[in-house]
T-cell receptor
Framework: AQKVTQAQTEISVVEKEDVTLDCVYETRDTTYYLFWYKQPPSGELVFLIR??????QNEISGRYSWNFQKSTSSFNFTITASQVVDSAVYFC????????????FGAGTRLTVKP | EAQVTQNPRYLITVTGKKLTVTCSQNMNHEYMSWYRQDPGLGLRQIYY???????DKGDVPEGYKVSRKEKRNFPLILESPSPNQTSLYFC?????????FGPGTRLTVL
């Protein structure tokens, strides 16, 4: 069975601090996709990244970076120099590439960035 | 513009009054899903559909129905809503493992 664990329920930081959101996953599949979504206070889900299980390269996009480690089944997300606009709930998700509908989400981490 | 639309966006209703939340996508995707989001539980899949007239249960299907008569539409039906169905609902369509989510429907059942 597929499972995603986001152990951090809530994180609070002060603006300009770096923050890492943890994501640990479980799957028996050798091929899978991992995702991160942002849910701002307005409620919509904003796609951030999709990573194929065969691509372990870390990714950087502006202040965002992702560390994918198959050895520890983790796909952690780091925000560098956090800003108030980063305040949101962040979800990590795992999907089966052979079944578009089998997508499992973590419980989410609420990030609050204080000015 | 590629998008998934849901209506209504907000709904307050009473126990037992049947309601339908509509979902429509303009990307000609075969796969569509419904999720509910609850605090501390993330998003959980209610039902999904792999094509017209093909639907199946997700993880939390009790109390819900769906239909897929046309490729673009995938309505979620609550025949007799109860307070435990108060939640934020998302419709999604997908292809090649890229999920497109609707804006969400916040439902309150009193």
């Amino acid at each position: 069975a597929q499972k995603v664990t986001q152990a951090q329920t809530e994180i609070s930081v002060v603006e300009k601090e770096d923050v890492t959101l943890d994501c640990v996953y479980e799957t028996r599949d050798t091929t899978y996709y991992l995702f991160w979504y942002k849910q701002p206070p307005s409620g919509e889900l904003v796609f951030l990244i999709r990573r194929n299980s065969f691509d372990e390269q870390n990714e950087i996009s502006g202040r965002y970076s992702w560390n994918f480690q198959k050895s520890t089944s983790s796909f952690n997300f780091t925000i560098t120099a956090s800003q108030v606009v980063d305040s949101a709930v962040y979800f990590c998700a795992l999907s089966d590439p052979y079944n578009n509908n089998d997508m499992r989400f973590g419980a989410g981490t609420r990030l609050t960035v204080k000015p | 513009e590629a998008q998934v639309t849901q209506n209504p966006r907000y709904l307050i209703t009473v126990t037992g009054k049947k309601l339908t939340v509509t979902c429509s996508q303009n990307m000609n995707h075969e796969y569509m899903s419904w999720y509910r989001q609850d605090p501390g539980l993330g998003l959980r899949q209610i039902y999904y559909s792999m094509n017209v007239e093909v639907t199946d249960k997700g993880d939390v299907p009790e109390g819900y129905k769906v239909s897929r008569k046309e490729k673009r539409n995938f309505p979620l039906i609550l025949e007799s809503p109860s307070p435990n169905q108060t939640s934020l609902y998302f419709c999604a369509s997908s292809e090649y493992n890229e999920q497109f989510f609707g804006p969400g429907t916040r439902l309150t059942v009193l």
